[in-house]
């Protein structure tokens, strides 16, 4: 008979990286069955597979490499994914419940060591740096259910940083301390901490000082997706190594980068989705599996003192969590579905606990017997399994909850809202500009596509044309997709290029227009061009066109013109709203230029609806005020100029020069220029008595510049 235990455990690397991918794809399946979170599936797919299991692989140089890169990831993405106003609103609870998530399981560790396991003291300290600390483990929960911004997340993620830097520092002076480092510790514990923090600040300083301008000039002339992959993975992997050098673990460093990167990467762009896509689909479950296939679950079974040492752990160490979490919970008055979410992302420790034992295993107190024993080092890596089992449960379970009890203080996904945004495209220049400025401004919770629109001119370039629209449609589609966003897409021939829009407008019962700014060196000399005219004057909704010269992650500031009365237009919330939830997106600011009563009820709604973004208010007393913000816009703002049709509310007569002006001042900036919906008839209503066009510019006002420009030329010619 055939002996099928010498093929084992596997050795080549082909055959390890192929029985991983299978576990990676098989796993969910089956913890989806199960009713058990897919992170816990992994975890036991490692324990089964390793050599305390079936020993069907052997825990290669590979598991080591992606364990790592799996582990930075998951600082990193929860570093990307903060939400930083959040951070800065609740930066006095994050550092309550930072100094309570460490110091309760610190303490209750330190008694239970020296009274329960009857640990040395150095051996009891070391336990305690280990339960003291955490890892996210169920961050990737909270992804699947969209609260990466949640407060509770916020205050959890924030805390673990906290918690895991003191923990870090902790064993960095035990190690100085009790590892022989120091002669008389008593005398050097003061400037060894001081020297800690002085290098901590240097880095800190340097990087905030480096990385964020790099990142803005690197993003600003690379649109490559795969150079800009390379560049974040490199800021990710530079801070970590640099965090190591300097003697704290590399996933603080992982941590600060995302935090670096923040502000340039929002949660919408294709860039943000191939970061998430590559660590969900290796790294981290490669990361998972390695942690489970180190746990000897044998050991539970063949030494009771194992078992006894893995149960006071795990209680007492999650009790502690458990205390901080709903100690925070009441103190802050928050809901219990908040407290569940703060106990259940805190209490998961996992292979910054297995490293830092690793480091007390290479203490020796005396010569020959070290600091840690192996029954320790079981006793840690079982509570790992059990902590990310408790982890991964407890915050699905809050997730449901908050989910499904509407406690999310994002804003509320409005029942009636129409949202259905056209981009009409014929340039190639600005077709990735127009497709992630829509993904900005929707509205994920609807989970809507966008709507990409080619209309070609029925002359003798036609099929020339069309079979161009079709190519550039079809990349549309691909540059939606790397969001995430589905894209639906018509190519028709009109006679008209105006018209072609409003009937695709109407076929597909849109809600907004979102189009690039005519290029006047390309069709004629008018500002607004051959068919935009023609097509925000007969169609009554919102029409937003932009002209923007770099990316959109890379704008610091949005800057809002706002007529008076813009409040009265139908329309005011939704261009207010969609500004809003970019601005969100963008990590920028955003300043509103406009009367006192305007830039009231504007203040009001952004705090209501939208009260993490960053919005300050400046008094513009008139409309011809205009030429004087030219000069507060530098080269990284964006203009917005919200303006009216005739016969509008908020329309005034300084709108005709609108063109000319921004020709004049604003010819170098990005751009924005929005027109409400208005109230009238829909775009299908026509008859006799009705104006089958309605011109921007009156043949009065033709007459009067005409008038106005022969004046100034005569004064000219006498001066």
């Not at 600060?256 to 191939?274: K, Q, T």
């Not at 991964?392 to 203080?409: F, K, N, P, T």
């Not at 925000?536 to 500031?557: D, H, S, W, Y």
Request: proline share 3%; net charge neutral.
């Amino acid at each position: 008979m055939l002996d099928f235990a010498s093929y084992f455990p596997i050795t080549d690397t082909t055959w390890i990286f192929f029985i991983v991918l299978l576990m990676i794809l098989f796993a969910p399946m089956v913890m989806s069955k199960l009713r058990i979170p897919h992170i816990i599936g992994m975890v036991l797919a490692g324990v089964i597979v390793g050599q305390y299991g079936l020993n069907i692989l052997e825990r290669d140089a590979s598991f080591e490499l992606f364990g790592q890169v799996g582990l930075y990831y998951i600082m990193f993405l929860a570093g990307l994914e903060m939400d930083m106003e959040g951070l800065k609103k609740h930066n006095k609870e994050i550092f309550i419940f930072g100094l309570l998530t460490f110091l309760t399981p610190f303490i209750l560790v330190y008694f239970a060591g020296i009274h329960l396991m009857h640990y040395s003291r150095q051996a009891t300290l070391l336990l305690c740096c280990v339960m003291s600390s955490n890892t996210l483990i169920a961050y990737p929960i909270i992804c699947k259910y969209g609260l990466q911004r949640h407060r509770a997340v916020t205050l959890s993620v924030g805390a673990s940083v906290l918690a895991l830097l003191l923990a870090l520092l902790s064993l960095s002076l035990l190690v100085s301390v009790f590892g022989h480092q120091a002669e008389d510790g008593s005398q050097n514990i003061v400037g060894l901490i001081a020297w800690m923090l002085i290098k901590l600040a240097l880095y800190c300083t340097a990087m905030l000082f480096i990385i964020p301008r790099t990142a803005r000039w690197f993003l600003q002339h690379h649109s490559d997706a795969v150079t800009q992959f390379i560049f974040v993975l490199s800021v990710l992997f530079l801070n970590a190594a640099i965090t190591s050098m300097i003697g704290l673990e590399g996933v603080f460093g992982a941590f600060f980068a995302g935090l670096l990167l923040n502000r340039y990467i929002p949660r919408v762009v294709p860039l943000m989705h191939r970061i998430e896509f590559i660590g969900n689909a290796i790294f981290i479950p490669y990361f998972l599996i390695g942690v489970g296939m180190l746990i000897n679950i044998r050991a539970l079974f063949t030494s009771l003192h194992t078992a006894y040492i893995v149960l006071i752990i795990v209680v007492i160490g999650t009790l502690g969590k458990m205390f901080a979490g709903y100690i925070a919970n009441i103190a802050f008055r928050l809901p219990l579905s908040h407290g569940n979410m703060m106990f259940g992302l805190t209490s998961a420790h996992a292979a910054g606990s297995i490293a830092i034992v690793m480091v007390g295993m290479k203490m020796e107190i005396i010569p020959g017997v070290a600091l840690v024993d192996a029954e320790m080092l079981n006793g840690v890596v079982m509570m790992i399994l059990f902590t990310c089992i408790i982890s991964s449960i407890v915050s699905e379970m809050a997730s449901r909850q908050i989910v499904l009890h509407g406690d999310i203080e994002e804003e509320d996904t409005k029942k009636g809202d129409d949202e259905k945004i056209l981009i009409p495209l014929k340039y190639q220049g600005n077709m990735e500009t127009l497709v992630s400025l829509a993904i900005m401004m929707r509205n994920e919770r609807l989970n809507r596509g966008l709507i990409g629109l080619s209309v070609v001119l029925d002359d003798q370039n036609v099929h020339r044309n069309q079979a161009l629209g079709k190519r550039l449609l079809e990349q549309a589609v691909i540059a939606a997709s790397a969001a995430d966003v589905r894209m639906q897409t018509q190519s028709r021939i009109a006679t008209n290029v105006a018209n072609g829009i409003m009937h695709a407008f109407k076929e597909y019962d849109a809600s907004e227009i979102i189009m690039g700014i005519h290029n006047r060196q390309v069709d004629d000399n008018s500002f607004w061009g051959v068919f935009a005219e023609n097509l925000f004057t007969e169609v009554n909704r919102q029409i937003i066109m932009a002209r923007l010269g770099q990316p959109l992650n890379t704008i610091r500031r949005i800057q809002v013109a706002v007529p008076s009365r813009a409040e009265y237009e139908p329309g005011f919330h939704r261009w207010l709203d969609r500004l809003a939830r970019m601005a969100a997106n963008m990590d920028c600011r955003m300043q509103f230029h406009s009367k006192q009563a305007t830039l009231a009820l504007i203040s009001q709604y952004i705090q209501n609806i939208h009260p993490n973004v960053r919005a300050e208010y400046t008094l513009m007393a008139h409309w011809n005020e205009l030429p004087r913000i030219a000069g507060e816009i530098k080269n990284d703002h964006l203009f917005v100029v919200v303006t009216a049709r005739k016969s509008t509310v908020s329309y005034k007569s300084a709108f005709d020069k609108l063109p000319s002006e921004i020709t004049q001042y604003f010819h170098q900036e990005n751009l924005m220029i929005i027109f409400p919906d208005q109230y009238g008839e829909p775009t299908d209503v026509m008859s006799f008595t009705a104006p089958q066009k309605s011109e921007q510019q009156s043949a009065y006002t033709q007459i009067r510049d005409w008038i106005a420009h022969r004046i100034q030329k005569n004064k000219s010619s006498q001066g």
